[in-house]
């Protein structure tokens, strides 16, 4: 069965740098989504992408926060100037016509 | 402010029993629903969809109910692999897509 697949499984980085998250999501699928979910807390949306631009965001997804599909294939989630609460799993999903989100199995981002 | 709202348990119950949750939704314009299951540090993954005709997948029942603007989960012959947290996830639209809002999702725990 085809699956999303996320890169790195567990980045770590100093606060204050830029991390970018990777995404493949699966190939004949339309809709892209990135989630978070601090540790303990509930799944909550970043971020939808269609037909490459971003169709809806949350309140969370400020300036800091990009999006992109720079070749097709890869969907990037960039975060500047990371925070000690960006801190959390970051999960994306992708959506075929008229089936529901496939998640991906997360990265595990550790702001120091 | 739009909400989803579940009990976070846990539900801690004998195999073999059956349990009930429900996930209540304040957008009476919501489009879709899913009960979505989480493994501890895991990904979400698709449990079911919930139609408003109610539908089953083996030991699984989900209904919706767009009057009392509810939907439920119920686990018949509940196995040790049963225990998890189990995500409420309701879409509504907006626009051309759809906004996801999860539940804080309710904690299952089934012993021997």
């Known amino acids: 069965e085809p699956e999303v697949t996320q890169t790195p499984s567990h980045q770590v980085t100093q606060m204050g740098q830029e991390v970018i998250l990777r995404c493949v999501p699966i190939s004949n699928h339309l809709y892209f989504y990135w989630y978070r979910q601090i540790l303990g807390q509930k799944v909550e949306f970043l971020v939808s992408?269609?037909?490459?631009?971003?169709?809806?965001k949350s309140e969370i997804f400020d300036d800091q926060f990009s999006v992109e599909r720079p070749d097709g294939s890869n969907f990037t989630l960039k975060i500047r100037s990371t925070k000690l609460e960006d801190s959390a799993m970051y999960f994306c999903?992708?959506?075929?016509?008229?089936?529901?989100?496939?998640f991906g199995d997360g990265t595990r981002l550790s702001i120091l | 402010r739009k909400e989803v709202e579940q009990d976070p348990g846990p539900f801690n119950v004998p195999e073999g029993a059956t349990v009930a949750f429900n996930c209540t939704y304040s957008n009476s314009a919501s489009q879709s629903f899913f009960w979505y299951r989480q493994d501890c540090r895991k990904e979400p993954k698709l449990l079911m969809s919930?139609?408003?005709s109610g539908n089953e997948d083996g030991r699984f029942t989900a209904q919706l109910n767009r009057a009392s603007q509810y939907i439920s989960l119920l686990i018949r012959d509940s196995k040790l692999s049963d225990s998890a947290t189990y995500l409420c996830v309701v879409f509504e639209a907006s626009g051309g897509s759809y906004i996801p809002t999860f539940g804080r999702g309710t904690s299952l725990i089934v012993h021997p």
């Open positions: 992408f269609y037909n490459n631009e971003i169709s809806e």
């Open positions: 999903a992708s959506v075929g016509r008229n089936q529901p989100q496939h």
């Open positions: 919930v139609y408003s």
